[in-house]
């Protein structure tokens, strides 16, 4: 009797484990919504949400291309500074019209992640060591590039900053287009499939045929052009470029999203719908706290008891 009372309690567990691995992202959203709606003034408005949505558009970007990093068993410590080195170039370039400005913050970006892409999959460095590096690296330079804040006067990137489509802002629309996007390459291609089996087990991948360096180098070269993104968008909105503070902190903010959002730091899975929830879970945290004037210390420890909750969920999910 006792034997069976500790199997179904095991069962029991084991279906909670799963269920919160599964929707538990979804069901803390949902959570936080009916909190708000209930203790927090003026929550339920239009402005409000959309306020909220702009705000997690760059976090949602970020975490799309560390999702696909994570997805390979690796890990991109360089995105704030990819973020930090976006804003710095396009106020230098900005001169020269807006989309040579965009071609060149990619070609930056571009080389961030081929850096990155070649330390870990030709020379073996281990992805939090070789993305370290960059991160360090990459915001000194574009400290070089721009020593201080500089405001950036351009009307195409104020649109893209300011701009909607049917009330719907230029930021959100982008994200949006990105996750469909990312989430197409993981679910529907052969690359994305490559890119699952390699998190799974890269000797066995190598074993296969699978061309396992090239799909690494484009993984982290995606992960840097995403960031990019980002950096600009977030400088399009702010009207502003600031290498000293944008983007710091912005690679825990895109783990914590990922870790919560059910792709597990294992490699093997890619979540990109748990991914969004997840960042749209961070900003919402945020948000409640902030709206309640809570300082911003509280916020971090929130987070931190959002991650280990994530992990602890994540015990035992392992690869597939």
Known sequence: MAEATWRT??????RLLQWMQTYGVYAG???LLAVNTAVTPHFVSAENFRTQAVQVAPVVIVAL????????EG???????VMALAASVTALYLGYGLV???????LFAAAVGLANGAL???????????TLA???GGRGLALVLLPQLKDVHNEALAELGSGDVLGVPHLILVAAALALLVAFVVRRTTFGRQLLAIGDNRA???LAGLPVRRVLIVVYVACALLAAVAGVLATARLQASDPTSLGNLMELSAITAVVVGGTPLSGGRVNIGGTVAGAVLIQLLTATLIKHDLPPSWTQIAQAVVIVLAVYAARGRGKR
């Open 9 to 14: 309690a095991s069962f029991d567990r084991a």
């Open 29 to 31: 959203v949902a959570v």
């Open 65 to 72: 291309g560390m999702a696909l990093a994570i997805g390979t």
């Open 75 to 81: 890990i991109d410590l360089s995105v704030g500074a």
């Open 100 to 106: 040579p400005a965009l071609l060149i913050v990619a």
């Open 120 to 130: 870990v999959a030709l020379v073996g460095v281990q992805p939090i060591v070789a």
């Open 134 to 136: 960059l991160m360090v």
């Open 204 to 206: 066995a991948s190598q």
